[in-house]
């Protein structure tokens, strides 16, 4: 079963770079394609990117000018850069892995992250 | 960009049958899955690949995708499945969109 747990800071002060870490326990990161996606207090869900290798990526188009994803597989971590934030992108924050064969389909969750954007 | 829309509520009596639509343009030619969201939770995958159900999702949960309307259905819906549901479809165009969500009652 593996397992995700997102870590960062809960606060960020607006225009400020928002950083985000997902680690990955029992497996390889490399095995598979690795997204994240974010929740507004009280909204729907919002798909931010996924990453396999650093040639095989996707962004959103509405976030793609702002936002970074990466992979370290030495710590098998995937990271989430989101620069110029506004009080838009308070949310919690979710690294999901994403299988991708019959369709694209997240099957594991991180419980998620929740990062303020507020000076 | 490529939208899905769900209504915003359903509700259903214990052990009848739910129905959550999610539309969006010829929809039937993607793939569709479909998330359940408690409170305070993560979202859980109960259906992907249109109808085809992960280990450890009971039976009850089903999927269909046709025309431009998939369905989840829930059959004999217990007070356990009151939650948000979310659909979700993959096109390689433009991977991944998510439906507003459909919060269903059990009462």
């Known amino acids: 079963q593996v397992l995700l747990q997102e870590s960062g800071p809960g606060l960020v002060k607006p225009s400020d770079t928002l950083s985000l870490t997902c680690t990955v326990s029992?497996?390889?990161?490399?095995?598979?394609?690795w997204s994240w996606i974010r929740q507004s207090p009280g909204k729907g869900l919002e798909y931010i990117g996924y990453?396999?290798?650093?040639?095989?990526?996707n962004y959103n188009p509405s976030l793609k000018s702002r936002l970074t994803i990466s992979l370290d597989t030495s710590k098998n971590q995937i990271s989430l850069t989101v620069t110029s934030v506004t009080a838009a992108d308070t949310a919690v924050y979710y690294c999901?892995?994403?299988?991708?064969?019959?369709?694209?389909?997240?099957?594991?969750w991180g419980q998620g992250t929740l990062v303020t954007v507020s000076a | 960009s490529y939208e899905l829309i769900q209504p915003p509520s359903v509700s259903v009596s214990p052990g009848q049958t739910a129905s959550i639509t999610c539309s969006g343009d010829?929809?039937?030619?993607?793939?569709v899955c479909w998330y359940q969201q408690k409170p305070g939770q993560s979202p859980v995958l109960v259906i992907y690949?249109?109808?085809s159900r992960p280990s450890g999702i009971p039976e009850r949960f089903a999927g269909s995708n046709s025309g431009n309307t998939a369905i989840l259905t829930i059959t004999g819906a217990q007070a356990s499945d009151e939650a948000d549901y979310f659909c979700?479809?993959?096109?390689?165009?433009?991977?991944?969109?998510f439906g507003g969500g459909t919060k269903v009652t059990v009462l």
């Open positions: 690949g249109d109808n």
């Open positions: 979700q479809a993959w096109d390689s165009s433009a991977p991944v969109t």
């Open positions: 029992d497996g390889s990161i490399s095995d598979y394609y």
């Open positions: 010829k929809l039937g030619e993607k793939y």
């Open positions: 999901a892995r994403l299988r991708v064969g019959v369709g694209g389909y997240f099957d594991s």
């Open positions: 990453i396999y290798t650093t040639e095989t990526s």
